[in-house]
């Protein structure tokens, strides 16, 4: 029976939201974005990825930058670490050293990764550090109320860029691609429940595991990547791509004009800690 | 304190070659065998920072019978490897005194190429030809430095067999018969020694008696540094290659996996101390090291420890600076930053040994101070104390505890963890990841008892931050100053930290025989300093030096600001370690200044 069939009751659906656990994994203070934005969706995915990941929260730390994104490790009931402006990699790197048993889940923004955090990406992706990086992509600086970003798209207007943005955008999946990640996805905000599963299989893959978001910002951005703009041009995968083809992969990462949602590319390889195992098994001899 | 007395052994020799002729291995294994020997030694290399090729290289090394503290201005033996290098320090060889060189006609090098044109008439001359010597029993030149060494050996009535030893240590991952090879030319050469010429006060008096506590190791101050944090239980390091601070990386990345602990190259020094404090956060004990420009890029992070409360301990070997500077010359320029270097109030600890010693005690108590009071610890090294070689004694127990975090207690029934609360000492007890129901949120932001963001919080807790500070300079085992000299009254008080330290001890030495009342105190806790034992000498003293490798007179600025005492600052900053004569000079200039006074007031 479809939804359209059946009416929805508010009462029936927070009972079913509460039965399902993944409430528990949120904390008591209340996200302070502004309402509309992506980032909500974003707290829901992952909290319902943990829940059917049954992943212990005693056991998780979410680390982040700074930024608008960055506020999410106080929205999550789990340990978090609310680092400095684009170093959330390093320190997530440091915490996989120090003790592997932990889920390390890193959040941030496009400023925070692309901008000033850029250098430790390509290092966190080729020492396939076991971490979850998932990246709130809105194309603008929320926090300090409305720059460019490293992803603005050309001709984006903004406080600073009053007589329009002619910075090339990055192409972060080109990025991430290209340094060897070993598991890079795409999702959108405005796709909850397919993001939640994006983040479900990011989660579950062990090794570094990239979920790039796009996600609108409602506040400062009114014309560039807006749910109405973003809702028509986002794509699936098509049926057929093989995800273990970095150059299929690739190819579909170049079509910037209609993303595609999904996994592009997965390999799994030895982790970090695999590889520091590896040294003291080498030194014990 | 009997210091050159006649049955006491005294001899520093200078090895100054090519960076390439072996001049530092030469020193190298002198010193090792020296210190095998039951002898004193310091000695420190300099290098040029290319790696081969034309760079002048020079390794001076002090064999005593008594504990010294620094090197002497003059050699009593100057070996010369290559000329060209070498005749620049014909003048540091004391009357009296040997150069060494090898000897080959006067027509086979350029006018004014020769060391022998260039020695004063209280020079002892030694050519011998060494290359010669070496190739007659190796049948190639590269022995050529142990043939120095031997010879040296033979002419100064050195032991042989801790050479023996030292040579075959030294090749023992290689071929044997490298090492048999080797003792032969040592043997030839330590022969021809023997059997030369020498002056009776030249022939090193019997090493004294074996220390009581374990045996004499020669170490590096930064082998002290690795030393102390393997001893201390470090779980893993970060760390970014600087000079001079690599040779800690180099050094735990060897020891640390065997251990079964992990080292990791970071991208850059941003990255090393943020995953250090990843690291620190989750309980483990976490390091990393760099020098004064790395430094600088670390600042931001140190306030994110500060702020969120989370230990960490930086080692930082400070060379000349600002920007690039002088990556193998020494200076103590990084005081500042390593105090004061970060974005708003952030008062750390910072401790400074002044000897090698002193690198392995610090390097230790950094790690259970970090954890004690949660917080970054940086230990200021410089290049002179990281590459100075002394012979230590180790303490025969590891002096090092385990986990010294606070821990958190029974919570009641619904009583939740706050990461920041406010207790008696402002110590809050400490969670970490993996504990259960003890989840919350650490952030670089102002936050309230329970870590969320709050700005209403920012008077108590940057309190919070300060006042848990001031209990470390009582913090057992280790000593955070100490004053040396005479009690009570004296006309000069000397006050110095870090390496230069060793300097200023000598100094105070020689002026004390010289009937001058004076003291000297190092400071090892720059931050925040004990001010008690440093108020208390103020009160003695007539005059106050504070000689430092630094233009702008740091230390003094920090005394002066904390103390509000006007001081008498010696700073120089040639990039090597300061004279002792400078340093005695200013101490006779100051007495000399208070006697005068004393008669103006007499009239």
């Given at each position: 029976m479809s939804n359209i069939e059946k009416p929805v009751y508010l009462e029936e659906k927070l009972e079913e939201i509460q039965a399902s656990?993944?409430?528990?994994?949120?904390?008591k203070s209340l996200p302070t974005?502004?309402?509309?934005?992506g980032y909500f969706s974003i707290v829901e995915g992952l909290t319902a990825a943990l829940n059917n990941l049954s992943i212990d929260p005693d056991e998780t730390v979410v680390v982040s930058g700074i930024g608008c994104a960055s506020?999410?490790?106080?929205?999550?009931?789990t340990y978090g670490f609310h680092s400095l402006h684009g170093r959330a990699l390093p320190v997530a790197t440091g915490i996989k050293v120090a003790n592997d048993d932990l889920s390390v889940i890193v959040v941030g923004g496009d400023g925070d990764a692309?901008?000033?955090?850029?250098?430790h990406i390509p290092h966190a992706a080729r020492r396939n550090v076991d971490i979850t990086y998932i990246l709130f992509d809105n194309?603008?600086?929320?926090?300090?109320?409305?720059q460019t970003s490293p992803t603005s798209v050309l001709g984006f207007q903004t406080t600073t860029s009053p007589?329009?943005?002619h910075d090339m955008p990055l192409n972060p999946l080109m990025m991430l691609l290209s340094y060897g990640a070993s598991w890079v996805g795409q999702a959108y905000a405005g796709h909850p429940h397919h993001m939640a599963g994006m983040i479900e299989e990011a989660l579950a893959f062990k090794g570094f595991s990239y979920l790039h978001v796009l996600s609108p910002c409602v506040t400062f951005d009114?014309?560039?990547?807006t749910y109405q703009n973003l809702g028509m041009s986002v794509r699936p995968l098509p049926?057929?791509?093989?995800?273990?083809?970095v150059m299929a992969a690739m190819a579909q990462a170049q079509k910037t004009d209609a993303p595609a949602l999904g996994c592009y590319f997965e390999q799994p390889r030895p982790t970090l800690a695999d590889g520091l195992n590896d040294i003291a098994a080498r030194a014990a001899k | 304190m009997q210091r050159n007395g006649k049955k006491a052994t005294d001899l520093q020799i200078a090895i100054c070659g090519s960076a390439g002729d072996g001049t530092i291995a030469a020193g190298d294994m002198v010193k090792r065998a020296m210190a095998r020997a039951g002898y004193k030694v310091i000695a420190f290399d300099v290098y040029p920072p290319?790696?081969?090729?034309f760079g002048k290289c020079i390794s001076r090394v002090r064999v005593t019978s008594e504990q010294v503290f620094s090197l002497k201005p003059k050699s009593d033996v100057l070996i010369s490897l290559d000329d060209s290098h070498a005749i620049p320090h014909v003048g540091e060889v004391k009357d009296y005194g040997a150069v060494i060189y090898e000897d080959m006609?006067?027509?086979?090098?350029?006018?004014?190429?020769?060391?022998s044109g260039h020695l004063l008439s209280s020079h002892l001359p030694y050519g011998v030809p060494f290359r010669e010597l070496s190739e007659r029993v190796t049948?190639?030149?590269?022995?050529r430095n142990i043939a120095v060494v031997g010879y040296l050996a033979g002419l100064y009535g050195m032991p042989r067999d801790v050479f023996y030893a030292v040579i075959s240590d030294k090749f023992k991952?290689?071929?044997?018969v490298l090492t048999k090879m080797s003792i032969q030319t040592f043997d030839a050469a330590f022969e021809v020694g023997e059997n030369t010429f020498r002056l009776d006060e030249g022939v090193l008096k019997p090493p004294p008696k074996?220390?009581?506590?374990?045996e004499l190791v020669m170490m590096s101050g930064n082998g002290a540094i690795a030393k102390g944090c393997m001893d201390a239980g470090l779980d893993t390091f970060f760390g970014y290659p600087i000079t001079p601070a690599t040779t800690i990386m180099e050094r735990l990345a060897v020891d640390l996996p065997k251990q079964g602990k992990r080292m990791l190259q970071t991208e850059d020094e941003i990255s090393a101390i943020s995953a250090a404090i990843g690291a620190g956060y989750t309980g483990a004990r976490a390091a990393t090291a760099t020098s004064g420009p790395g430094f600088a890029l670390m600042s931001e992070m140190m306030g994110l420890g500060t702020m969120a409360e989370v230990p960490v301990v930086i080692f930082v070997s400070q060379r000349g600076g600002?920007?690039?500077?002088?990556?193998t010359k020494t200076e103590q320029s990084d005081l500042n930053i390593a105090v004061f270097g970060a974005a708003g109030d952030g008062q750390r600890i910072v401790l400074a040994p002044t000897n090698v010693e002193g690198c392995y005690k610090c390097a230790g108590k950094a790690f259970e101070i970090a954890e004690r009071y949660q917080t970054p610890v940086v230990v200021l090294l410089d290049l002179y104390l990281s590459n100075r070689y002394e012979a230590v004694a180790l303490p025969?127990?590891?002096p090092f505890a385990a986990n010294c975090s606070k821990p958190v207690g029974k919570l009641g029934k619904d009583q939740p963890y706050h990461r920041y609360a406010l207790t008696r000492d402002f110590i809050s007890p400490r969670a970490i990841p993996?504990?259960?129901?003890r989840r919350h949120a650490v952030t670089?932001?102002?936050?309230d008892e329970n870590g969320r963001?709050?700005?209403?919080t920012h008077e108590m807790m940057s309190r919070k931050r300060h006042e848990k500070l001031h209990s470390v300079v009582r913090y057992?085992?280790?000593?955070m100053s100490k004053r040396f000299g005479?009690?009570?009254?004296?006309d000069v008080a000397i006050i110095g930290w870090g390496s230069t330290f060793g300097e200023i001890l000598e100094a105070m030495i020689i002026a004390r025989d010289e009937g001058i009342r004076c003291a000297a105190m190092k400071v090892?806790?720059?931050?925040?300093?004990?001010?008690e034992p440093i108020n208390a000498l103020l009160a003695d003293a007539a005059e106050v030096l504070v000689p430092e490798?630094?233009?702008?007179?740091q230390f003094a600025n920090l005394l002066t600001g904390t103390t509000g005492r006007a001081v008498t600052r010696l700073n120089r900053v040639p990039g090597t370690p300061m004279h002792v004569e400078d340093i005695v000079d200013e101490i006779r200039r100051l007495a000399a200044k208070k006697k005068g006074r004393k008669a103006l007031a007499a009239e």
């Open positions: 656990g993944h409430l528990e994994y949120r904390s974005w502004c309402p509309g934005c506020r999410f490790p106080f929205f999550i009931d692309f901008a000033i955090g850029g250098a194309g603008i600086y929320g926090l300090t109320k409305g007589f329009e943005n009114k014309t560039s990547k049926d057929d791509h093989d995800r273990s083809d | 290319e790696i081969r090729g006609p006067v027509t086979m090098v350029p006018e004014g190429g020769h060391i049948s190639s030149a590269r022995s991952t290689k071929p044997a074996k220390a009581k506590h374990g600002p920007s690039t500077g002088m990556p025969a127990k590891n993996g504990d259960k129901g670089g932001l102002e936050h963001p709050n700005d209403h057992p085992g280790i000593t005479d009690k009570g009254k004296v090892v806790l720059l931050s925040p300093l004990p001010m490798l630094n233009y702008e007179g």
